[in-house]
């Protein structure tokens, strides 16, 4: 265990870092980290705070909570973060992308509670992290008890499906077909309307007898023949019959090449990392998820779609909370969803960042009932404008590594991990760009 003392850029803010270590369910050791203002380790205040527990996405590490810790730090509540299974310096050859990332979750915020490091946890992911988190959530309810509420920043709704509908626009881009009605659904853009109706799923059963997923369905195109129209558009192909039967013959290559490549996938998963893709679905865990949430989606995400994705997962929060039938639970059933623009490895604006600290403040704070005193909370923040927008992705964060014995760090490009290469973690586009084409180069050859 290690303590460091770390100055925010403001000489007023001041935080302890201590490292710590937990062992996983399977025995897999995580690396982890817990921050809290040095004003609370000096009147001995330091335990039994309420605490936010972060976790990161794929191909990065705890460093991804970084933007996050002064602004919650300030607003009077605790940071923890850890190293997923197979990232970072903990234990674990591969990364499932929510399975055992999720059971990691809860390890660490058992110890949490057990060692009086907190009182009540709030779960903050982003893409595997934001999965996670909601799997945790609704899994496993006995660190503490049900966290107090979840922030999932572009989740996917299950790896099935995230696996499908990569597998298949890949191949039907490759054969030059035109992608099939329920994809072009998937991928159409998610905009103001979308979320206002989304959020109003709630009150849908007292306005009228339609059903909780009306207004979204009504949002979605009419149904289109091969993906390239209405019905004009299929009646000027079928005068075309060498045309249509041309693109019939792509679609259906399209289709069979996906399909093989997603058991090809799904057998390789299984085999190397040991679970099946089905086993991490959001969608799911949304029926036994009994606190609130927030969804954040990029509008431009074409890793992660969000219609497909935290739209379907809002839908279903605000089904079950129609049919819930006890005061008290339904009372705690909350859910927004922030939209946000640009992509998945977009830079999340200053706006959206204060959305989700207003959101953990009011629910982990306990100041649903109390406006004034959360509005007073939050006006804390305005002193530090300079980190609700932190000049690095809340998901990537790159450092110089120093040298034993030299005074400044040596920038050089990033070629190997050696010595003096900077440490760069998270997903960034470069990186999302190189696994799309070696996905792409798999219908090529």
Not at 189 to 213: C, K, M, W, Y
Not at 276 to 297: F, G, K, R, S
Not at 345 to 351: D, E, H, Q, S, V
Not at 379 to 389: D, I, M, R, S
Request: glycine letters at 6%; one cysteine or more.
């Amino acid at each position: 265990m290690a303590n460091r003392k770390e100055n925010a850029p403001t000489a007023s803010l001041s935080c302890l870092r201590t490292d710590f270590e937990v062992v996983s369910a399977d025995d897999r050791r995580l690396s982890c980290s817990l921050w809290i203002t040095l004003e609370d380790v000096l009147r001995k205040d330091s335990l039994n705070k309420p605490l936010v527990l972060y976790s990161h996405g794929n191909a990065s590490c705890r460093l991804e909570a970084l933007p996050h810790v002064a602004p919650l730090l300030i607003l009077g509540i605790s940071v923890a973060a850890f190293d997923a299974s197979g990232s970072g310096h903990s234990d674990g050859e591969y990364v499932t992308l929510g399975h055992r990332e999720a059971a990691d979750v809860a390890a660490v915020g058992r110890h949490l509670i057990a060692t009086g490091r907190a009182t009540k946890i709030a779960l903050f992911g982003r893409s595997m992290g934001g999965v996670a988190s909601i799997l945790a959530a609704a899994r496993h309810a006995d660190f503490g008890g049900v966290a107090k509420c979840v922030v999932a920043d572009s989740p996917f709704a299950s790896l099935n499906g995230l696996v499908d509908d990569l597998a298949r626009n890949t191949a039907y881009t490759a054969f030059r077909a035109p992608k099939p009605a329920d994809l072009e659904k998937m991928h159409k853009p998610i905009d103001a309307n979308f979320v206002a109706n989304a959020n109003g799923l709630a009150q849908a059963s007292t306005r009228s007898p339609r059903s909780p997923s009306s207004d979204i369905k009504a949002s979605l195109p009419s149904n289109r023949t091969c993906g390239i129209g209405g019905n004009d558009s299929s009646s000027w192909l079928n005068s075309f019959p060498n045309m249509t039967t041309a693109l019939n013959a792509r679609s259906s290559l399209a289709e069979a090449a996906a399909r093989a490549a997603i058991d090809s996938v799904r057998a390789e998963v299984t085999r190397r990392a040991g679970f099946e893709v089905d086993d991490v679905n959001a969608l799911h865990a949304i029926d036994c998820l009994d606190c609130p949430l927030l969804l954040i989606a990029a509008e431009n995400d074409t890793l992660i779609p969000p219609r497909a994705n935290a739209g379907q997962l809002l839908e279903r929060y605000f089904q079950r909370r129609n049919v819930v039938t006890k005061r008290s639970l339904k009372q705690r059933l909350e859910a927004q969803l922030v939209l946000v623009k640009g992509g998945h490895n977009a830079k999340r604006p200053a706006l959206a960042n204060r959305k989700a600290y207003y959101f953990l403040c009011r629910h982990l704070l306990d100041l649903r009932e109390s406006p004034k005193a959360l509005r007073d909370k939050l006006q804390l923040l305005n002193a530090f404008p300079q980190h609700l927008g932190a000049a690095a992705m809340p998901w990537q964060y790159s450092q110089p590594l120093k040298r034993p014995g030299t005074s400044t760090p040596k920038a050089t490009k990033v070629t190997a991990a050696t010595e003096d290469a900077p440490f760069v973690s998270g997903m960034t586009q470069e990186r999302q760009q190189r696994a799309m084409n070696t996905v792409t180069n798999l219908f090529y050859i």
